[in-house]
């Protein structure tokens, strides 16, 4: 691949200042997450302004570099922008969690084609919703923790290590023989968390799955309390969780 040019389907995760005119443009791929240096990407004339941005699916052609992980940039058109997003901050917010998790836990090669699927459908439904489509019905507090335990589990199972429930009630076994109590209604909802729709339950399984990150993955805990308490925005009734 090293020296090749090639083109591919890549969803935006991150930019970042190269120089005063240049970019890195962070991307993931159904190959993996990709770096691309974008020379004069600011500069008045660009070609390459206007063309990408967080989370667009873009159509870019690259040259594969055999002597480092970042690759220049040649070509880039956005196939999918998603511009509602930008009207909703909680949206947004999550929207840039998806993106993070997905670029730390993708492997690269065939395998991470499951993963680049996994942000597209996410980024889609989130879009579709800031959009006001319908299919998407209820508070947006719901919605949104529904779509992140959505998106937590669908990423544990890609990673081999979906939680398991033990029993009705439900137990988490997490390393060794510890196990997490879990209640019988939040057991449910981390068995089908699109059919819940109290708020109140759906963040005591979303607690339940940031302690099974916690102790299975190299995540930040007090980054993903911060976006449930954002995506939530001190809702009527609900209570500041731990998870």
């Given at each position: 691949m090293a020296g090749e040019t090639i083109k591919t389907d890549a969803v935006c995760v991150a930019?970042?200042?190269?120089?005063?005119?240049?970019?890195?443009?962070?991307?993931?791929?159904?190959?993996?997450?990709?770096?691309?240096?974008?020379?004069?990407?600011?500069?008045?004339?660009?070609a390459f302004l206007g063309q990408y941005d967080l989370n667009y699916t873009c159509e870019i052609l690259y040259y594969a570099n055999a002597r480092g992980d970042l690759h220049a940039l040649r070509e880039c058109a956005p196939t999918r922008a998603r511009a509602a997003l930008r009207s909703n901050y909680r949206a947004l917010v999550l929207a840039e969690y998806m993106r993070y998790q997905t670029a730390a836990l993708s492997p690269r090669g065939p395998e991470a084609e499951g993963w680049y699927g996994l942000l597209v459908r996410a980024l889609d439904r989130l879009a579709a919703r800031a959009a006001g489509e319908p299919g998407a019905d209820g508070p947006e507090a719901v919605?949104?923790?529904?779509?992140?335990?959505?998106?937590?589990?669908?990423?544990?199972?890609?990673?081999?290590?979906?939680?398991?429930?033990e029993a009705e009630s439900g137990a988490f076994v997490l390393r060794g023989e510890r196990q997490l109590p879990v209640s019988p209604a939040a057991a449910r909802c981390i068995r089908r968390p699109d059919a819940e729709k109290n708020i109140q339950i759906l963040l005591d399984a979303a607690r339940a799955i940031g302690v099974f990150y916690a102790f299975h993955l190299d995540s930040a805990p007090e980054a993903r309390r911060m976006v449930l308490r954002m995506i939530c925005n001190n809702e009527e009734g609900t209570k500041e969780q731990d998870g």
């Open positions: 930019i970042s200042p190269w120089s005063r005119t240049s970019h890195v443009v962070r991307w993931m791929t159904p190959s993996g997450p990709l770096a691309t240096l974008v020379k004069g990407a600011v500069r008045p004339k660009s919605f949104l923790v529904r779509e992140m335990l959505a998106f937590e589990l669908r990423a544990l199972d890609l990673a081999g290590l979906s939680p398991g429930l």
